[in-house]
């Protein structure tokens, strides 16, 4: 069993598995009335304005973005979440923090699990949070050759693919450990980031 990821992706899943009569439109009528959706999915509308992106990276991990999600219920301490998303892969990475918190906790969570694995990104691009504002973030940042790109508020030609991606995390928590809140930090291992899908695998 596992979650779907709307109608499209639904379908390709079940297609080379499964043919019956009239399947394509009972899947859609099925994914449409799905109530879980509909009591955990955000409502989408139309950001106004005309949107200035920014250029596509030469390769992975060159470029990234981070923010957090926080007031969460607190799940085995933790109670935020740390957001890595790369603008060329579209993959992310997604750690817990305890807050409060100070920008050498999260250079230390930041270094043990995306430094390791992909070196130093030489633009981060990140909101105006007091963490990245701070002095120790800058000197941090400077030290190691890379630059700090920083935005404003309701800004999507920045920031806006993590905030998206934000709201499928959420989405994915919500949908799979409504009844179990304080469990959602075992769960952020199965949730992996492409573009703007998230799936989860209930084990």
Same mark, same amino acid.
């Given at each position: 069993v596992g979650g779907h990821s709307? #109608?499209?992706v639904t379908y390709k899943r079940i297609l080379p598995l499964f043919r019956w009569l009239g399947m394509k439109n009972f899947i859609k009528s099925q994914v449409q009335s799905c109530l879980?959706? $509909? $009591?955990a999915k955000p409502e989408r509308v139309q950001y106004p304005g005309l *949107?200035?992106?920014l250029p /596509?990276? @030469? +390769?992975?991990?060159?470029? /990234?973005?981070?923010? #957090? &999600?926080?007031?969460?219920? @607190?799940s085995y301490q933790y109670n935020c979440i740390l957001v890595v998303i790369d603008k060329f892969s579209k993959?992310? !990475? %997604?750690?817990? *923090?305890? !807050?409060? %918190?100070?920008? $050498? +906790? /999260?250079?230390?969570? #930041?270094?043990?699990? /995306?430094? +390791? =694995? !992909?070196?130093?990104?030489?633009? &981060?691009?990140?909101?105006?949070?007091?963490?990245f504002t701070s002095a120790f973030w800058k000197i941090l940042i400077s030290r190691t050759g890379a630059e700090l790109n920083m935005s404003i508020a309701y800004h999507p030609e920045t920031d806006g693919h993590t905030e998206r991606v934000n709201q499928q995390i959420e989405c994915f928590?919500?949908? %799979?450990i409504s009844a179990h809140p304080a469990k959602?930090? +075992?769960? =952020?291992? #199965? @949730?992996? @980031?492409s573009g703007t899908t998230l799936t989860g695998i209930l084990p």
């Open positions: 709307g #109608f499209p879980i959706c $509909q $009591q *949107l200035s992106p /596509v990276p @030469s +390769k992975a991990w060159d470029t /990234v973005s981070m923010d #957090f &999600i926080s007031g969460l219920p @607190s993959y992310g !990475h %997604f750690m817990g *923090l305890t !807050h409060p %918190f100070n920008a $050498q +906790k /999260v250079a230390e969570i #930041f270094l043990d699990n /995306v430094y +390791k =694995l !992909h070196g130093m990104p030489r633009l &981060i691009i990140c909101d105006r949070d007091p963490i928590l919500r949908c %799979f959602w930090s +075992k769960w =952020l291992s #199965f @949730s992996v @980031s």
